[in-house]
């Protein structure tokens, strides 16, 4: 995925001010930055939640910043949240069978002309969705109200929702927010599994030492812009970026 020159205002506000950079395909990239440093927005802007004002986003070579949600979706990019949203008053299970599209039951001539078909790949679709809550350890959570999920679960939850899909990359925002250390070794040990398949991922987070052991490479925003960019260790000695999270280092007198 390519960032071209995105800039995005909200009033007098500019959150995002021509902010380029490249997640390369089956990376696992982490962007960091202070609070107010545009991050959530680049999220925003990449799924199609906000319109960007100039700039290009390239995904798998094709243009993605004119397109609706739902196309996004369809492509194959999907995304998380700091705050998971699941529907709370439905089944875990029932939360994981509304992500795929195109579902034929959806349409209600079908349900009359082609049942045989509806329920096969109804039947498909509870297989794939109880083998998805297995893998991210939710397969005893299927009867439950999602709202009765943890912080934590419920990020698993979010997952597996996406899983559904097969997504060529996932926006991960905040994983470690709120999330008990059990819980949240077990949601990372997942990424990093989906990972090694080939998934794309980038994850907004605060936990240093989280992006530091999983990511490839860092990329640091602040005030709207891109800071600085490169290996983990690279964005650790960079005192642009001490600076941006602790303010500028005293000159002596």
Same mark, same amino acid.
């Given at each position: 995925? !390519?960032?071209?020159?995105?800039?995005?205002?909200?009033?007098? @506000?500019?959150?995002?001010?021509?902010? #380029?950079?490249?997640?390369? !395909?089956?990376?696992?990239?982490?962007?960091?930055?202070?609070?107010?440093?545009?991050?959530?927005?680049?999220?925003?802007?990449?799924?199609?939640?906000?319109?960007?004002?100039?700039?290009?986003?390239?995904?798998?070579?094709?243009?993605? /910043?004119?397109?609706?949600?739902?196309?996004?979706?369809?492509?194959?990019?999907?995304?998380? %949240? !700091?705050? &998971?949203?699941?529907?709370?008053?439905?089944?875990? @299970?029932?939360?994981?069978?509304?992500?795929?599209?195109?579902?034929?039951?959806?349409? %209600?001539?079908?349900?009359?002309?082609?049942? #045989?078909?509806?329920?096969?790949?109804?039947?498909?679709? !509870? /297989?794939?969705?109880?083998?998805?809550?297995?893998?991210?350890?939710?397969?005893?959570?299927?009867?439950?109200?999602?709202? +009765?999920?943890?912080?934590?679960?419920?990020?698993?939850?979010? $997952?597996?929702?996406?899983?559904?899909?097969? &997504? +060529?990359?996932?926006?991960?925002?905040?994983?470690?927010?709120?999330?008990?250390? #059990?819980? $949240? /070794?077990?949601?990372?040990?997942?990424?990093?599994?989906?990972?090694?398949?080939?998934?794309?991922?980038?994850?907004? /987070?605060?936990?240093?030492?989280?992006?530091?052991?999983?990511?490839?490479?860092? @990329?640091?925003?602040?005030?709207?812009?891109?800071?600085?960019?490169?290996?983990?260790?690279?964005?650790?000695?960079?005192?642009?970026?001490?600076?941006?999270?602790?303010?500028?280092? &005293?000159?002596?007198?």
């Amino acid at each position: 995925m !390519q960032l071209q020159g995105l800039s995005k205002a909200f009033g007098q @506000l500019r959150a995002l001010d021509e902010v #380029s950079f490249v997640v390369a !395909q089956g990376s696992l990239t982490g962007l960091i930055g202070p609070n107010g440093a545009g991050k959530t927005t680049t999220f925003d802007l990449i799924a199609g939640v906000q319109k960007c004002d100039a700039g290009r986003i390239l995904f798998r070579g094709q243009a993605i /910043e004119p397109l609706a949600t739902h196309q996004i979706f369809r492509r194959g990019l999907a995304r998380t %949240f !700091q705050v &998971p949203r699941p529907f709370p008053t439905m089944t875990v @299970l029932e939360n994981v069978l509304l992500a795929p599209l195109g579902q034929l039951g959806e349409r %209600f001539d079908a349900n009359w002309w082609a049942v #045989s078909r509806v329920r096969a790949q109804e039947r498909q679709l !509870q /297989e794939r969705a109880h083998g998805v809550l297995q893998w991210c350890a939710l397969a005893d959570k299927a009867g439950l109200l999602a709202g +009765q999920l943890s912080g934590g679960q419920q990020k698993l939850l979010e $997952l597996a929702r996406v899983l559904m899909i097969d &997504p +060529q990359m996932i926006l991960l925002d905040e994983p470690a927010a709120g999330v008990n250390p #059990s819980l $949240l /070794e077990t949601l990372m040990e997942r990424v990093q599994m989906l990972h090694q398949q080939g998934i794309t991922f980038l994850l907004i /987070e605060h936990n240093m030492d989280l992006v530091m052991r999983m990511c490839q490479r860092v @990329l640091v925003m602040a005030q709207g812009r891109l800071l600085a960019e490169g290996s983990p260790r690279e964005i650790q000695d960079n005192p642009k970026v001490l600076d941006a999270y602790l303010g500028p280092t &005293p000159v002596a007198a």
